[in-house]
C-alpha cells in the first residue's frame, strides 16, 4: 500500500484549486508531467495567435467592416478567467514536437486504432481541459478536477472515453513522443492498485465543509451535555438535601407529637389528681382547719366496698388511717381482720415528737399516706376473706 502512495506521489497533477482556473495550463503540464508551461507562456502564443488572425483580416482592406468588427471583439483564444483556446495548446504541444488529432474525426476512424494503444488524449468540454495518459503500462485520468490521479483499467478506456463523447466532450489524440518522466519510469517497472477513486474537489471541499458542521453541531451537543449533566447533578443533589430535609422534619414532627404526648398523658394525671385532692387557698391554714379538711376529704372520698364476696357492705376508714409520714418499723402483717398499728409514737417531719403533723404536712403528703393505708386495710380484708 505504502508502494501505490509513493507512486501516486510521483504522479504530476495539478488542480484548479491551486491556481484559479488555467485548466488548459494544468492540462498541458500533466501532460508532460512537469511544469513546463506558464499562464505568462501561453498568454504570449495567445497574442501571437491574435496578431496573426489580425493580419489575415487586414488583407481584406483595413478600412472593411470585417476587419473593425473583428478589431471590437475580445480575443477567442484567452480571456481574464485563464481560458486557452485549442489553438493554443496546440501551438504550445508543437514546440515539444507533438501533434493532436480529433478523436472521433473520419480520418482517424479509419485507422482503427484502439485507444489502449496510444499514449494520451486530451479532453475538452466548453472552457474546461483535462488529460488521459498512459504512465508505464497503466492510464490515468489526470483531470485537475480531481483531488489526485484516477487508474483506468485498459478494458475500461474505451468505455470510459465513449461517456465521454456522450456527455459532449472534444477528444484530442496527441501523437508523438512525450518527454521523460520519473512516473513513467517507474510504473514501467511496477503495478499499482487503487483501492478509493478519487474525488471532485467540489466534493472535497463540500465534504470538508460537512465535516466541520458536523463537528460544530458535535461539539454543540456535546457542551450541551455536559451543561444538562451538571444541571442533572444540581437537581440530584437538590433532591437529597430536600429529602434529607424531609426527614429531619418528619423527626422533629415525631419527636414533637411525642412530648405533646408526655405533656398531655402529664397534665390529664395531674388534671386527675388534682381533681381528687381539694383545693387550697393561697393562704395559710391553721392544723385545725387542715385536719377538717382532710376528716371531710377522707370521709367523702375514701369509703371503699369490702366483704365477704359482694359489694354492698362497706366500712368508714377514717378512724384507721394513721396520720401522715408516721415510720413504720413492724414490717410483718397483723392477724386477720386487724389493721397494722405502728409500734413507736409517731414523729412529724419536722422530727418534733408529739407535735401536730398537720402543720408542716403538705397535702400530697396526706394523700400518699391515706392511699397507702386504705391499700394496706384492703388487702387484709382480702385475705380475710379467703381464710374463711
Known amino acids: 500500500m505504502w508502494r501505490n502512495s509513493l507512486v501516486f506521489s510521483h ?21 508532460l508531467q512537469g511544469e513546463y508551461f506558464s499562464p505568462v507562456e501561453l498568454s504570449s502564443i495567445a497574442h501571437q495567435l491574435d496578431e496573426e488572425e489580425r493580419m489575415r483580416m487586414a488583407e481584406g482592406g483595413v478600412t472593411s467592416e470585417d476587419y473593425r468588427t473583428f478589431l471590437q471583439q475580445p480575443s477567442g483564444n484567452m480571456d481574464d478567467s485563464g481560458f486557452f483556446s485549442i489553438q493554443v495548446i496546440s501551438n504550445a504541444l508543437k514546440v515539444w514536437g507533438l501533434e493532436l488529432i480529433l478523436f ?54 474505451a468505455l470510459f472515453l ?25 510504473l514501467q517497472m511496477i503495478r499499482v492498485q487503487q483501492m478509493h477513486r ?31 449533566t451538571v444541571l442533572d447533578e444540581d437537581e440530584e443533589d437538590l433532591q437529597r438535601a430536600l ?22 398523658s402529664m397534665q390529664g394525671s395531674s388534671r386527675s389528681i388534682s381533681q381528687d385532692i381539694p383545693q387550697t387557698s393561697g393562704t395559710h391554714l391553721t392544723s385545725e ?28 376508714l377514717n378512724h384507721q388511717l394513721p396520720k401522715p409520714n408516721y415510720t413504720m418499723q413492724q414490717q410483718q402483717q397483723d392477724p386477720p381482720g386487724q389493721l397494722s398499728q405502728p409500734s413507736e409514737r409517731p414523729t412529724t417531719s419536722s422530727g418534733a415528737p408529739g407535735s401536730d403533723p398537720g402543720d408542716a404536712m403538705s397535702e400530697e403528703d396526706m394523700l400518699q399516706a391515706a ?7 384492703v388487702r387484709n380484708n382480702f385475705k380475710t376473706d379467703g381464710k374463711k
Open 243 to 264: 429529602a434529607l430535609s424531609r426527614q429531619e422534619i418528619d423527626m422533629e414532627d415525631e419527636e414533637a407529637d411525642l412530648r405533646r404526648a408526655i405533656q398531655l
Open 371 to 377: 392511699v397507702t393505708m386504705s391499700l394496706e386495710t
Open 289 to 316: 382547719e387542715l385536719r377538717k379538711r382532710r376528716e371531710a376529704y377522707f370521709e367523702k372520698g375514701y369509703c371503699r366496698p369490702v366483704g365477704t364476696g359482694t359489694w354492698g357492705q362497706t366500712i368508714n
Open 198 to 228: 478519487p474525488k471532485l474537489i467540489g466534493e472535497e471541499l463540500a465534504q470538508l465543509k460537512e465535516q466541520r458542521v458536523q463537528k460544530t453541531d458535535l461539539e454543540r451537543v456535546l457542551e450541551a451535555n455536559d451543561g444538562s
Open 104 to 157: 472521433n474525426s473520419p480520418e482517424y476512424q479509419r485507422l482503427r486504432i484502439d485507444p489502449i494503444n496510444e499514449r494520451s488524449f486530451i479532453c475538452n468540454y466548453k472552457e474546461h481541459w483535462f488529460t488521459v495518459r498512459k504512465l508505464g503500462k497503466q492510464w490515468f485520468n489526470l483531470n485537475s478536477l480531481l483531488t489526485g490521479p484516477e487508474l483506468i483499467s485498459d478494458t475500461y478506456l
Open 11 to 31: 504522479i504530476h497533477q495539478q488542480a484548479v484549486w491551486q491556481e484559479g482556473s488555467l485548466c488548459a495550463q494544468h492540462c498541458l503540464n500533466n501532460l
Open 162 to 186: 465513449a461517456q465521454l463523447q456522450q456527455e459532449g466532450y472534444s477528444i484530442f489524440v496527441v501523437k508523438g513522443d512525450l518527454p521523460d518522466c520519473e512516473a513513467d519510469q517507474l
